[in-house]
Nanobody, 123 residues
Framework: QVQLVESGGGLVQSGGSLRLSCIAS????????MAWYRQAPGKERDLVAT???????KYADSVKGRFTISRDNAKNTVYLQMNSLKPEDTAVYYC?????????????????WGQGTQVTVSS
């Protein structure tokens, strides 16, 4: 019915930059808040940044001033620009969206997750 597909992860040296993208597709009616989470090995999944449909954003303290979340509503896409990367930013990054979409018969409102993209920062 709907899916989120992340891209842009990879291996980068400490101090480098990466830009993650997440595209939502399917029978979408509406997308409200979108967000990026991350999960390091052996740790819980943590919120990195969120953005409303109107563009208001919030960040985890650990990434403030280094990461920027943005979205293109016309393209159903959310981005995460990551600068000044540190080894502790190494994790699988997941895209999340609160959306309404068409099921087989009715509209469904749910929080949808992408499959994740690996970001590895070497020291």
């Amino acid at each position: 019915q709907v899916q989120l597909v992340e891209s842009g992860g990879g291996l980068v040296q400490s101090g480098g930059s990466l830009r993650l993208s997440c595209i939502a597709s399917g029978r979408i009616v509406d997308i409200r808040d979108m967000a990026w989470y991350r999960q390091a090995p052996g740790k819980e999944r943590d919120l990195v940044a969120t953005i409303t449909r109107g563009g208001s954003s919030k960040y985890a303290d650990s990434v403030k001033g280094r990461f920027t979340i943005s979205r293109d509503n016309a393209k159903n896409t959310v981005y995460l620009q990551m600068n000044s990367l540190k080894p502790e930013d190494t994790a699988v990054y997941y895209c999340n969206a609160d959306m309404t979409f068409w099921g087989a018969v009715n509209r469904i409102t749910s929080s949808i997750w992408g499959q994740g993209t690996q970001v590895t920062v070497s020291s």
